[in-house]
């Protein structure tokens, strides 16, 4: 007949509930398994006896601590180890209660690789059979390592909670971690389930679930602590075992102090501890630091490499869109040929096919300057020296090239550019450009009676170069696109003669003065294209050449 066990308590509640108890704070599982590696460092450095009471989730990651301090024990230690009910009910939970063992008997039980004879793991907490350990005499020195591994009752509070409490005669102290219900995995439904959860923590480290964790070392609440440690063996031992056995393992804090257990801390150790967790703390930064370093550098590739491959698309739809421009004048023309041969062709009509032929052949020639004009801005360095350019000395001789067309339209065209304007930083080809650029689409699409003018005026440090028309205008869904290349947006006009790469030259060269450009327009009122260049900005570099010149010019002329 099943006996009625005495319900454990939950560890957390009695440490927090204790007015000594420090408050929780919110940590990470690498940080919990951080502090039982520093304690084991702590024990194992100075070869104190100690006794231990812990919980770890499963994995070897965190059995490997104990299994450390096992095999490095240089003097005697006692472990209470607390473990959920083995998945196996077939097997009696009492072959894990007590199994004192040796330096050499763990030796013997990993073998000389750390494995057993199957190739599995071996966990020192997690033997099965007590009948599968040959009884070897321990050695006379060191003495050794007693573990006592006792099963949990499957509704035991201590489920969710992992700790590690030690005791020695210079030192004493508890790590605590609480894993809250909200970073469950998922609903337990019942008892059994609950105790065959799958836990964050023993999932492995990779885990981001946050716990609750605390760090004590005042007696009283270490006290409260290993009651219900006592408490929750009682509450889970088996059948096979009487409460007397189980009694007889049991240990009290007063017990304890009456074995030597230090009843104050140890100053020099309390500071060793603390030094260790600043130690381990500076190598989790710089190793996080090194894998956020690596994570930025992965992430600039990626935004690299998407550059790359967005390059690459642009290239191909450029090359395909130049085909297809260079087809169509071709096609204009062959079909201009084969209509010249007709025997019954009048005048007019070869006179017609005569201009078409040699309008399409301006419209290629074009197409192939401009696209010769683009590769060869995107192949040049990005570094080239800008000159100190005045714009009363170009844009004039630009618009009077342009007058007699203008005149021939009905056009009216001007400009206004002051002479104590600064100079502005470009190079004497690019600016000639945009200026041919911009004014030929502003005359082209600007109808007889119109008037096209070109205005210069200093903004703050920047020159405005503004091309104004009372053309037919852009439509405001076309505005956005009309810098893409290719793209020819108006409607009317002499447009059969443009390749639409104009204004992407243009932009590509105010990009490369480190200036900008941009558009306004209505349908029908016209359009207003603006172009701010950067006020030439004499360096140090610029003066020292100019010091240098005019001093050989003087010592040629003595």
Same mark, same amino acid.
């Given at each position: ?40 460092? $702590? ?264 550059? $790359? ?67 060869? $801005? ?165 003066? $020292? ?14």
């Amino acid at each position: 007949m099943t006996s009625l066990r005495p319900p454990d308590v939950s560890l957390y509640e009695l440490a927090t509930g204790s007015g000594s108890s420090p408050p929780p704070l919110q940590i990470s599982p690498t940080t919990f398994k951080s502090l039982i590696g520093i304690v084991v460092d $702590l024990l194992i450095e100075q070869q104190i006896p100690a006794t231990l009471w812990l919980k770890l989730p499963k994995g070897e990651l965190w059995q490997a601590e104990i299994e450390r301090l096992y095999q490095a024990a240089t003097v005697p230690y006692t472990i209470y180890a607390l473990q959920p009910q083995p998945d196996r009910p077939s097997q009696p939970p009492e072959s894990t209660n007590h199994l004192p063992l040796t330096p050499l008997e763990a030796s013997d039980g990993f073998a000389a690789n750390g494995r057993g004879e199957t190739g599995e793991r071996i966990s020192l907490l997690n033997l099965q059979e007590e009948s599968e350990i040959e009884a070897i005499d321990p050695p006379a020195q060191p003495p050794g390592t007693v573990i006592h591994s006792f099963p949990l009752a499957a509704t035991s509070q201590l489920r969710r909670e992992y700790f590690l409490m030690v005791a020695t005669p210079d030192f004493y102290g508890l790590l605590l971690a609480h894993r809250p219900r909200s970073v469950r995995a998922k609903p337990e439904t019942n008892a059994q389930d609950a105790a065959q959860s799958s836990h964050p923590m023993e999932e492995g480290l990779e885990q981001k679930h946050p716990l609750l964790g605390l760090c004590s070392f005042d007696a009283s609440t270490l006290q409260r602590v290993l009651d219900g440690v006592n408490q929750a063996i009682k509450a889970g031992h088996s059948e096979t075992r009487s409460d007397t056995a189980v009694q007889d393992l049991l240990v009290d804090w007063e017990g304890l102090n009456q074995n030597g257990i230090a009843t104050s801390l140890n100053p020099l150790l309390v500071g060793q501890f603390l030094t260790k967790q600043v130690q381990r703390q500076e190598e989790i930064w710089r190793s996080g630091a090194v894998y956020r370093r690596q994570a930025e550098q992965a992430n600039a590739l990626r935004l690299e490499n998407e550059e $790359l491959l967005s390059g690459l698309r642009l290239k191909d739809e450029f090359v395909k869109t130049m085909g297809q421009e260079l087809r169509t004048p071709l096609t204009n023309m062959k079909t201009a040929l084969s209509l010249l041969n007709s025997p019954q062709l009048k005048p007019p009509q070869k006179q017609r096919y005569m201009d078409m032929i040699s309008r399409e052949c301006d419209r290629q020639s074009l197409l192939i300057t401009s696209v010769l004009d683009l590769i060869q $801005l995107e192949s040049s360095d990005e570094q080239t020296p800008m000159e100190a350019l005045r714009l009363i000395d170009l844009v004039p001789g630009v618009v009077s090239t342009y007058q007699p067309l203008a005149q021939e339209k009905g056009l009216m065209l001007g400009y206004t550019v002051p002479e104590d304007l600064p100079p502005v930083s470009c190079i004497n080809q690019w600016l000639k450009q945009m200026v041919i650029h911009l004014l030929h689409n502003s005359i082209k699409f600007t109808q007889t009676g119109g008037q096209v003018w070109v205005k210069a005026r200093q903004q703050a440090q920047s020159i405005q170069l503004e091309f104004r028309d009372t053309g037919i205008g852009i439509a405001q869904a076309d505005i956005p696109r009309i810098f893409d290349r290719f793209y020819r947006a108006r409607s009317t006009g002499d447009e059969s003669s443009g390749v639409g790469l104009g204004l992407s030259i243009v932009q590509e060269l105010v990009r490369r003065c480190q200036g900008s450009i941009s558009v306004k327009s209505k349908p029908g009122e016209g359009s207003v294209f603006c172009v701010q260049l950067p006020i030439y900005r004499e360096t140090e570099a610029d003066s $020292l050449k100019v010091g240098e010149t005019v001093s050989r010019q003087r010592s040629m002329k003595n």
